[in-house]
C-alpha cells in the first residue's frame, strides 16, 4: 500500500525546487562554478519523478544523501531515482495482486449509548494515580501519591 501512495502524486516544479534546495543544503561546502543551472538542472531532473520518490531522495540523511561524499549531480540523482522508482512500482503491482479492491478509509465505528456509558464507567473508576503519569493533564495536578 505505501508503495501505491508514494507514486501516486506527481512533482511540480516548485515542489521540486524546494526538495534540490534541501538536496543540494546537505554538501555545505559545495561551490558549482554556476550555481543556478546547477540548482535548475537538479530541479528539472525531480520534476520527472513522483513526489514520493523526490522526498525519500532528498530527506534528511536519506539512504542517497548517505551514500555521496560529493555533491550530487543529475545523472547520479536520475540513476538513484529510477531504481527507486522500480522498487515501488514493483511492490505496488505485487500488492495490487493480493488486493484488487480499491482502497477505501474504514468508517467510524457507531457506538450505542449503552456502549459509551459502560466505557465511561470504567474509564471513571481507574485510580488518579495512574493519571500522574499524563504530563499536562487536569488530574494529574490534582493528584498527590
Request: aromatic share 8%.
Amino acid at each position: 500500500m505505501k508503495s501505491r501512495a508514494i507514486l501516486q502524486c506527481v512533482t511540480s516544479p516548485h515542489e521540486a525546487a524546494k526538495a534540490a534546495k534541501k538536496l543540494l543544503g546537505q554538501w555545505p561546502h559545495a561551490k558549482p562554478p554556476n550555481p543556478e543551472i546547477y540548482a535548475s538542472g537538479i530541479t528539472a531532473t525531480l520534476t520527472k519523478y513522483p513526489l514520493g520518490i523526490v522526498e525519500e531522495c532528498c530527506e534528511f540523511a536519506s539512504p542517497y544523501v548517505l551514500s555521496r561524499e560529493f555533491p550530487p549531480t543529475t545523472a547520479s540523482i536520475a540513476e538513484w531515482c529510477d531504481k527507486r522508482l522500480r522498487e515501488h512500482q514493483t511492490m505496488a503491482k505485487y500488492n495490487s495482486l493480493w488486493d484488487t479492491r480499491p482502497w477505501e478509509p474504514k468508517p467510524e465505528p457507531d457506538f450505542s449509548e449503552e456502549h459509551c456509558a459502560m466505557m465511561r464507567e470504567r474509564i471513571a473508576a481507574i485510580p488518579k494515580v495512574y493519571f500522574q503519569r499524563m504530563p499536562g493533564s487536569k488530574e494529574a495536578d490534582a493528584c498527590t501519591i
